[in-house]
């Protein structure tokens, strides 16, 4: 999971889950502003019309009990008083007709009872209407129970959710009861005043209606009164009506001598003393009432406030927690956006430090100087970005690390390119003195005539010549270039000759070729480098004797030379490798690749990269390897003259010999003769001496001549003849053609030759013997040019054709 992905999980779950507390806390209250606000309209519903029919109950039981005991005047009032009681039953069934989903269930229940038993308020009624005295309790039992089904009603509709209003509500349902428990002690008394006493049940329901009065007021309703409320229940106390009520109730309740039957008589006083509760009644119900619809107003007021209240919070909550979550996903999403926006910013200037890391090492490993503060990049911050915090720390921890890593890689570089030119610096200095070395052979060579140290000396200029190529590897492996050059293009033929001189063993390779053409000045070396090693490596990993043959034709695009072996051959993954190496050559690390047997294929690789050679590795039909070289068309030359004409005109025809070639001597070096050349018959005139621009393997007693096959041409035309050939007898050096410019001197001028008799014609020797013939042919030349110094002047050289060692820089 990427950075960016846990900032948006970081940023997306806190803001779901305040959405969802948002949500729960915004339902929640909206639950509790709809139950609160269903309970009061439920109270404004229910309460308000069971208050009358409770204060209308209230007044018929008393008024029925009068009937019952026969008081005048008693049904005329009854009847007035069911009209009333009818309307307020009639209203509060239209506004209690609740359901289950408006109300819990304790309403419900209340409502359910209080309804069905005001539906029996008829059969009550005529019971009243056709009864007698007999049916005092049965009535008064009947408004006693509905009166306090109504009362439960009260009850339960005071018990809200909102403690405050419950608190509110308690005391005013107090209030019921205790006016309840007056009403039932004028009930009582409107039975017992026909006959003038109670019985002892309707004395004790008395007692107990008087005494609940004073509990309920002292201990459930006076404390949580209000100041108002409090006042005013004080004044009720306090009035002559409620002392009368007081007084009548103590006389009633003295103990006096029972009646017969257990019966308490009444306390006398006639038509005054009923009289009296009456008036004291009629004053005090009133005023209970007045304090009952007081406090029942500040209850609903309050529930109301409460309602109100609690929608405002509501609304507050909801807004105010709707545009808190609002605003912290607004700053957590911009400031995840910030942060994913800068962590994006640095990972691309970190990849873009990636990518132009390696770029800027790579132009170090081909050379190139850099400044570490411009190839740098360092991370910048944002111009509107002044956070310093921990990512603008990482960005300077990158810009650190990649000035350093550059420094290290300029001072490996540095120190790289200095091992290099301490390399190529003690290479020159030792292809010095290999070159004071050849210049030390030739110098034997042309001093000794003895085939024996002859035959050895040729082993030691071959060996000198495969070292000075070894030396050459490691300049061109240390960056450097080969340094031997050529001013005049120069013959295949020559080249590749020079390249099988190179090799240890020479005598195994056979080359092929088709015409004549000539390379370009600038890559002869080269070439014959990239032949020489691609041919060691030829030899090396196939099996004596089987040959190696190296063909050369020109195709469209160039010349193409081929080297094919017949020796175990590569696998498809080692020859998509070199291959690669030969398109992409890698910088060469001296130390990393010491022992690296393929040395010579990076050198390979190196020369083909720098002068556009097209080199290519496949599979022999011999089961070998076959390397093709293309060699492009800007380096080689046509239309050279391969056969130059000596300036004296054309020689006697005289039949060539080939010159015998040493098992182990041969010499890459450009300052020797070709070895392919011929020595003329014994009595011709001496031909000219003319140096070849590049050398092939010398000759040595006892070695047949090198396999060499020039399609078009017989071998003896490869050789020069008598008339065209320019070389001296045997293979000569240019002297300090192997030295640097630095170290060569101008030499002495060659003395003339002194003029002599003819030699006379020369025999061809058998192949057994031709070392012999070729030792014998050089001293009878010698003798015959030192004794014919009075003899006609030789001809004057025809100015070579092919680059001479002089022309080589």
Do not use: C
């Not at 009582?188 to 006959?195: C, N």
């Not at 309602?307 to 995840?336: F, K, Q």
């Not at 690789?605 to 022999?620: C, H, K, M, P, V």
């Not at 050939?725 to 045997?730: A, G």
């Amino acid at each position: 999971m990427s950075l960016g992905t846990a900032l948006l999980i970081l940023a997306f779950v806190p803001g779901v889950a305040l959405v969802a507390l948002w949500g729960v806390t915004s339902g929640q209250t909206f639950l509790d502003f709809q139950r609160q606000a269903g309970q009061g309209l439920l109270a404004e519903k229910a309460g308000q019309p069971s208050n009358l029919v409770y204060f209308n109950l209230q007044e018929e039981r008393r008024l029925s009990a009068e009937v019952l005991a026969g008081r005048a005047g008693a049904p005329d009032a009854l009847a007035g008083q069911r009209v009333k009681t009818d309307k307020a039953v009639e209203r509060f069934r239209e506004l209690s007709d609740v359901t289950e989903d408006e109300a819990p269930d304790e309403v419900l229940n209340a409502v359910a009872g209080a309804r069905d038993a005001i539906g029996r308020l008829p059969v009550q009624r005529s019971l009243v209407d056709g009864g007698d005295d007999d049916q005092q309790q049965a009535v008064y039992d009947y408004y006693t129970d509905l009166i306090a089904v109504d009362l439960e009603l009260f009850a339960a509709l005071s018990r809200v959710d909102n403690g405050r209003i419950t608190t509110l509500s308690q005391p005013l349902v107090d209030l019921f009861w205790i006016k309840e428990m007056t009403s039932r002690a004028d009930a009582l008394l409107a039975r017992g005043r026909h006959d003038g006493e109670l019985s002892p049940a309707e004395v004790r329901a008395f007692r107990e209606a008087s005494s609940a009065q004073t509990f309920l007021a002292t201990t459930h309703v006076v404390p949580l009164l209000p100041a108002e409320e409090r006042a005013m229940w004080t004044a009720i106390v306090e009035s002559p009506a409620w002392k009368t009520k007081t007084e009548i109730e103590t006389e009633v309740l003295r103990p006096a001598p029972p009646a017969p039957g257990g019966a308490v008589i009444l306390p006398t006083g006639g038509a005054a003393g009923e009289e009296r509760w009456r008036d004291a009644m009629d004053t005090l119900t009133p005023r209970l009432e007045a304090l009952l619809q007081h406090r029942t107003a500040l209850v609903v007021e309050e529930g109301k406030a409460s309602v109100l209240s609690l929608l405002t919070r509501m609304a507050l909550t909801t807004v105010i927690g709707l545009l808190a979550v609002i605003a912290v996903i607004w700053t957590t999403w911009r400031l995840t956006r910030t942060l994913r926006l800068r962590i994006g910013r640095l990972q691309e200037q970190a990849e873009a430090l990636e990518k132009a890391l390696p770029e800027v090492v790579e132009r170090l490993g081909k050379g190139e100087r850099i400044d570490v503060e411009t190839e740098a990049r360092a991370i910048r911050q944002d111009e509107g970005d002044r956070a310093s915090d921990e990512l603008t720390r990482l960005g300077e921890a990158l810009n650190l690390a990649r000035t350093s890593a550059l420094q290290a890689a300029v001072r490996q570089a540095d120190q790289h390119r200095g091992f290099e030119r301490l390399l190529q610096r003690i290479a020159r200095r030792t292809q010095q003195l290999i070159g004071q070395q050849l210049k030390k052979l030739d110098e034997l060579e042309r001093r000794h005539e003895d085939p024996e140290i002859l035959d050895g000396l040729f082993d030691l200029d071959h060996l000198t010549a495969r070292l000075r190529r070894y030396e050459e590897n490691l300049v061109i492996l240390a960056g450097g270039a080969p340094h031997r050059r050529w001013r005049k293009p120069v013959p295949l033929l020559d080249v590749m000759r020079s390249a099988q001189g190179e090799v240890q063993d020479y005598r195994r390779v056979v080359i092929d070729l088709d015409d004549s053409p000539w390379i370009a000045a600038r890559a002869v070396g080269p070439v014959a480098h990239v032949l020489a090693e691609l041919t060691e490596n030829a030899l090396v990993f196939s099996r004596p004797p089987s040959p190696v043959e190296i063909r050369a034709s020109q195709v469209g695009h160039g010349l193409a030379i081929e080297i094919e072996d017949r020796g175990l051959g590569m696998e498809a993954e080692q020859l998509a490798e070199v291959n690669d190496l030969m398109i992409h050559p890698p910088r060469m690390d001296l130390l990393a690749h010491a022992e690296d047997i393929r040395l010579g294929l990076h050198v390979v690789a190196q020369l083909a990269q720098q002068y556009g050679l097209r080199i290519e590795f496949r599979t022999s039909a011999y089961g070998g390897t076959r390397v093709v070289v293309l060699v492009p068309q800007d380096l080689v030359v046509e239309g050279l003259d391969t056969e130059p004409q000596s300036k004296a005109g054309p020689a006697p025809a005289v039949a060539p010999v080939p010159v015998p070639v040493s098992a182990s001597s041969a010499s890459s070096a450009p300052d020797a003769v070709s070895a392919a050349a011929t020595l003329p018959a014994a009595g011709s005139a001496p031909a000219p001496v003319s140096p070849r621009p590049l050398p092939a393997p010398r000759a040595a007693a006892g070695d047949g001549a090198l396999p060499t096959r020039v399609r078009g041409r017989a071998l003896a035309d490869t050789a020069a003849s008598p008339a065209q050939d320019t070389e001296s007898p045997l293979p000569r050096r240019v002297r300090q053609a192997s030295l640097v410019e630095e170290l060569r001197v101008a030499p002495a001028p060659a003395p003339a030759p002194a003029a002599g008799p003819a030699p006379g014609p020369t025999t061809s020797a058998p192949a057994q013997r031709r070392a012999g013939a070729t030792i014998g042919a050089f001293q009878r030349r010698s003798r015959a040019a030192r004794t014919t110094a009075e003899g006609p002047a030789a001809p004057e050289p025809t100015a070579p054709t092919h680059p001479t060692g002089e022309d080589r820089s």
